[in-house]
């Protein structure tokens, strides 16, 4: 398996010559008894001079546009909805058609032009919500009518997105559309999601220059409406939103794919794995930036942290005898594990002050009684 960087020499005209940013491995079939040695697969093993030519085309996988220019001499370019699995998905987690749509869109829109999900720099919560709950502080504030204009001051924030209990199946649009999202400065994004595997049923792509090599215009499926910073994302007018797709148990799955730039990618699961899931793009510096999402999903199916973890900010040992009496026996989420850490030395210091306070009145009380008894006698 050859990979190769999209790195190219643009001082000079289409067809660009690569920089040869090339990584080579051997995928093997077989058992542990029979591993290749690189001594049987020498003569490709420094095979970074192999070209495309008229004569011997090569194929391409995972194109980052629907075909190359003739002078590339690549004859075929193959998106991941082409493969197939090697291993059948079990029925229970092949999805249905999804009940709900929830659009991505990764670009170069938040603060300064850094980076972004729709919009908003992602800012990480000030305490895990899988023990502490989320604070409405600091939150993104999403949802129909909320944008974020470049004179926004909320929109870097903890980007949440919840998946209701009703939502068994649920379509993500990944898309890379918008102002900037091609050309210079434009790019493709490897997405990544947390507690899931996802089905991917479609990939479109942007509008690609044949002579000059390069994407220059993005796909017209997803608007950003007027909103500069494409904060909500959704189908163009006139685009079959409702179109169905045939997931087999052979339908390919991942849990991370390159969202092309200008383009966008469907992926459908199967909301059944409660608890909170980070989304991001896999570039380091995207995603320290801001590009990445929280998904809350089945909030009220979510186990409930130990109560001792939520009264305490130091080490916490908890026993499997606990453990499993929490698991068998599932109790109602107490009250006391919304309290923030913070405020529960602060609640601590009040009681007591409070109780120091009645202590000094009832002195002070004592002290005149005594006063006035000693007068009289």
């Known amino acids: 398996i050859r990979a190769e960087t999209l790195e190219v020499d643009n001082t000079k005209s289409a067809p660009y010559t690569s920089l040869n940013h090339i990584v080579e491995a051997i995928l093997h079939y077989g058992t542990n008894s029979d591993q290749p040695s690189s001594s049987m697969y020498s003569s490709i093993a420094q095979s970074y001079n192999l070209n495309c030519t008229r004569t011997s085309n090569c194929t391409v996988l995972n194109c980052p546009f629907v075909n190359y220019n003739l002078n ?200 059944d794995n409660p608890g909170y899931w980070f989304l991001h793009c896999h570039i380091e510096p995207h995603q320290i930036e801001g590009m990445a999402v929280i998904i809350n999903e089945l909030p009220s199916k979510q186990n409930c942290p130990p109560l001792e973890l939520t009264l305490k900010c130091n080490d916490f040992n908890w026993n499997v005898n606990s453990f499993n009496m929490t698991v068998q026996s599932p109790q109602p989420c107490s009250t006391v594990s919304a309290i923030e850490p913070f405020k529960i030395p602060t609640i601590v210091l009040g009681v007591i002050c409070g109780i120091l306070i009645i202590l000094l009145i009832a002195s002070w009380c004592i002290c005149a009684c005594f006063l006035k008894l000693k007068e009289r006698g």
Not at 161 to 168: G, K, L
Request: proline share 6%; hydrophobic share 30%.
């Open 72 to 271: 590339y001499n690549i004859s075929q370019c193959l998106k991941l909805t082409d493969l197939q699995l090697l291993l059948p998905t079990p029925d229970n987690e092949l999805p249905a058609k999804p009940n709900q749509t929830i659009f991505f869109n990764f670009g170069f829109f938040g603060d300064g032009s850094s980076s972004a999900i729709n919009g908003r720099n992602f800012m990480l919560p000030s305490m895990p919500p899988q023990t502490q709950g989320v604070s409405t502080t600091g939150k993104c504030q999403v949802g129909p009518g909320v944008s974020c204009s470049t004179s926004s001051t909320n929109c870097r924030c903890t980007h949440i997105v919840d998946i209701a209990e009703s939502n068994a199946y649920v379509e993500f649009v990944f898309s890379a559309v918008g102002v900037g999202s091609v050309g210079n400065g434009g790019a493709g994004h490897p997405v990544h999601l947390h507690g899931h595997s996802f089905h991917v049923v479609d990939i479109g792509y942007g509008t690609y220059n044949s002579t000059t090599g390069i994407v220059n215009g993005t796909n017209s499926d997803i608007s950003c409406t007027s909103d500069e910073r494409c904060s909500s994302p959704g189908w163009a007018n006139g685009v079959d939103s409702s179109k169905d797709f045939n997931v087999t148990k052979y339908t390919i799955r991942k849990d991370t794919i390159i969202v092309p730039a200008g383009g966008y990618v469907r992926v459908w699961i199967v909301a």
